[in-house]
């Protein structure tokens, strides 16, 4: 087993607007024996900027990868698109493909590229560094009266050549570690479609019809609830549920939870602990089946 | 299609990484049947706008700002036969239209001020970095922002980012 030391990665996205599932992760994974040192000097992990300049993006990146490197640990991301844009940079780098200009940049800020470390996901560290048996070990309610829905979203699953941990057609690392609470897992229609947030800033139309799409198909299955592991996809479908719900003149209600709230349930955190109480879209379903207020 | 077309345009994408299998497409559709954003919008499908660089409509193309409506969900580089990756191209298309300052989405220029001046896409609200600590979370880092600076400074993006011109919605 490796040693569950991380660098934690932040990002900007969930300092900025989703805290609550920094919160909710720092509190499972210390319960874990996760240990969780803060990235010193980070920046932003370039994705955003990859279609302003490709080569900007995978600099940004690559100083992430040096920093961490001279901490000697391996980066653990919560966000899908700092997970995709790290690690296919650190990949790029370690095979030195096309990267002698990311290189030489590295370089001259003083940093020397060695290629020891490896960027991770929560999913990743939970299921395999940390392990589902240890996991089990932890916990103390069986949410088995819970209806639960999951999206794992895109930038954890493909493309496949540069991540290929599960078939991004099924993936189902999310699914086992849902299982681990007790939690029905409950199938869904087009559940690898993408919620189509990173074009939000420039056009609705579209995404809000891709995201209602989902919303309805979950809805169709009566799950009480969704689980995400991305901030992008979680404020598609909390933050801009209610204004979904009102450009189709549709409810859904559906509240989204991010896995790590999930989890923390289970080992009987309680709701407010969690930041469960800062979501948008209000949980009802705690009071029937967890029989908290 | 009012624009002479430039047949060469294709052996110009193709050097730009990412587009490099642009002449492997062979027009099956896989790409676009698997889109989500094709679904809605009657530009933005991938087979059709790699056939558009095949034929050498540059101009066409590079001033569409329709180019943005791809979500990167990634569907298309990975069904496609040939390896083609046209999200990737979609990329290339976007950081060619950037470079040479005909157009760039008002939001990526502000995150990409932004994050010049902090290190973050965002600006962290005070409010927020109180409420960290109220919540018992640690400070956020500070960057080292001379690197950043020097990064954007040998890339030239500062230049770009002042000199092209901006749009702020894409209609389907």
């Known amino acids: ?293 | 299609m009012k624009n002479k077309t430039e047949p060469k345009f294709k052996y110009e994408l193709s050097k730009i990484a990412g587009a490099e299998n642009i002449m492997l497409c062979f027009q099956c559709g896989t790409c676009t049947a698997d889109c989500p954003i094709s679904r809605y919008s009657e530009f933005y499908r991938p087979r059709r706008i790699a056939r558009l660089v095949q034929l050498g409509y540059k101009e066409e193309l590079l001033s569409d700002n329709r180019l943005w409506l791809c979500t990167t969900c990634f569907a298309c580089v990975d069904h496609c036969p040939q390896n083609v990756e046209p999200a990737s191209i979609v990329r290339a298309l976007r950081n060619l239209a950037i470079k040479e300052k005909r157009q760039i989405p008002h939001v990526t220029k502000e995150l990409a001020f932004t994050l010049l001046k902090t290190g973050y896409i965002y600006r962290i609200p005070e409010l927020r970095l109180k409420q960290r600590e109220q919540k018992g979370l640690p400070q956020l880092p500070k960057t080292n922002l001379s690197d950043i600076a020097n990064i954007f400074k040998t890339l030239g993006i500062t230049d770009v980012l002042e000199n092209t011109k901006i749009f702020e919605k894409v209609e389907k």
Do not use: W
């Not at chain 1, 932040?10 to 720092?26: A, F, K, Q, W």
């Not at chain 1, 780098?93 to 200009?101: F, Q």
């Not at chain 1, 493309?159 to 699914?175: M, V």
């Open chain 1, 1 to 293: 087993m490796e040693s569950l030391k991380y660098l934690l990665f932040l990002g900007c996205t969930i300092p900025y607007r989703v805290s609550n599932y920094e919160v909710s992760t720092r509190k499972v994974l210390k319960r874990l024996g996760v240990e969780l040192y803060e990235m010193p000097e980070y920046n932003c992990c370039g994705l955003p900027m990859d279609s302003l300049d490709h080569e900007l993006m995978l600099t940004l990146s690559a100083r992430n990868i040096c920093v961490a490197e001279r901490e000697g640990l391996n980066i653990l991301t919560l966000c899908n698109g700092c997970f995709g844009a790290l690690n296919k940079t650190n990949k790029m780098l370690k095979e030195n493909k096309g990267t002698e200009k990311v290189m030489k940049q590295m370089k001259d800020e003083g940093f020397d590229f060695k290629g020891t470390i490896k960027v991770k996901h929560l999913i990743h560290v939970l299921a395999q560094d940390v392990g589902y048996e240890n996991i089990k070990k932890n916990l103390k309610k069986p949410l088995n009266k819970l209806r639960v829905a999951q999206h794992t979203g895109c930038h954890i699953l493909r493309p496949t050549e540069q991540i290929g941990q599960e078939d991004p057609e099924n993936p189902t690392i999310l699914k086992e570690l849902i299982k681990l609470t007790e939690a029905q897992i409950i199938n869904y229609k087009n559940e690898t479609d993408c919620c189509a947030n990173p074009i939000i800033g420039l056009n609705e139309e579209i995404p809000f019809q891709i995201a209602k799409e989902k919303l309805s198909n979950i809805k169709a299955v009566d799950a009480h609830t969704l689980v995400t592991v991305c901030p992008f996809c979680h404020i598609m479908y909390d933050s801009n549920q209610s204004r979904i719900e009102r450009a189709f003149n549709e409810k859904f209600g559906i509240a989204v939870l991010h896995y790590p709230q999930l989890l923390g349930l289970s080992m009987g955190f309680t709701p407010e602990e969690l930041g469960i109480n800062e979501l948008r879209v209000n949980p009802r379903f705690l009071k029937y089946t967890l029989s908290f207020e």
